[in-house]
């Protein structure tokens, strides 16, 4: 069994795929990204760093509601996108096993941190440098696969936090973690957070027209996201 993701851009080769299928697809648009919006609120004016921001679909509906946006991503390519795509944006190629040496304390409003989470595994290290980074006053958002719904497809022990692979449709293959929520709610909390909402979202209406069928699922099943808004604990420093 491997114990680590490491730190090859496992998306680099389907980063294009990647771009299509997100960019108006069911998971991302019309469930992921609504989600994660809504917690972060009005961005207008603020610095949100868009953490693994893959082809830049958060950092364009960022820009577009008025935020200066920094994002990061292991892969190249996505970088190469998200820099095409949103050229008001600033990109840079970052592994985020690595510390964010190129953010300053507190010198963040907001960090989006979608689908990502997983693919980590200097986890606690990582909470902490986003912890850094945030003003007093800030928030993360982060959004992971359903612990659940992990549990579902992979059997065993819902308690086993491991490294699983996976070959998604389109023939992505990938590496990830899975572990049950108590052990991400106490990462958010050892580095410093304080969980402000935790939701489980449902796809939105408009979604039913892109895929009936899956989007009547995730309306009934926690098989698909879940989403964390947690703020700096400003009981701790
Ligand atoms: C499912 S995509 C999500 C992209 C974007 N956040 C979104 O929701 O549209 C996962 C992204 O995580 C990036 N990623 C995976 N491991 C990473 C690492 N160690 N450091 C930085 N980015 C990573 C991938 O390259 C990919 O762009």
């Known amino acids: 069994m491997v114990d680590r993701v490491g730190s090859d851009p496992q998306y680099d080769v389907f980063a294009d795929e990647f771009l299509e299928h ?51 991503d292991v892969s190249p390519r996505m970088i190469e996108l998200a820099r095409q795509r949103v050229p008001a944006g600033e990109f840079h190629v970052h592994d985020l096993n690595e510390r964010l040496g190129w953010l300053a304390d507190a010198s963040v409003d907001l960090v989006v941190f979608a689908l990502a989470f997983e693919y980590v595994d200097q986890r606690a290290q990582l909470l902490h440098e986003l912890r850094r980074v945030l003003r007093p006053g800030g928030a993360l958002v982060l959004s992971i696969p359903h612990p ?62 892109v895929d009936t069928e899956r989007y009547q699922r995730l309306s009934a099943e926690p098989t698909g996201f879940l989403a964390i808004k947690a703020i700096p604990d400003p009981r701790r420093t």
């Open 148 to 209: 659940t719904g992990d549990w579902l497809r992979q059997g065993g022990n819902y308690f086993q936090t491991r490294v699983i692979e996976e070959v998604w449709s389109g023939g992505w293959a990938v590496r990830y973690w899975i572990a049950p929520l108590e052990r991400t709610c106490e990462e958010l909390h050892e580095a410093g957070f304080l969980i402000e909402r935790m939701i489980e979202p449902r796809p939105v209406p408009a979604g039913a027209d």
């Open 22 to 72: 997100a960019r108006d697809g069911l998971y991302n648009a019309h469930y992921d990204r609504p989600a994660c919006l809504e917690l972060l609120g009005d961005v207008g004016g603020r610095t949100v760093v868009d953490v693994a921001c893959g082809p830049g679909l958060y950092a364009g509906e960022l820009v577009a509601r008025g935020a200066r946006v920094i994002g990061c």
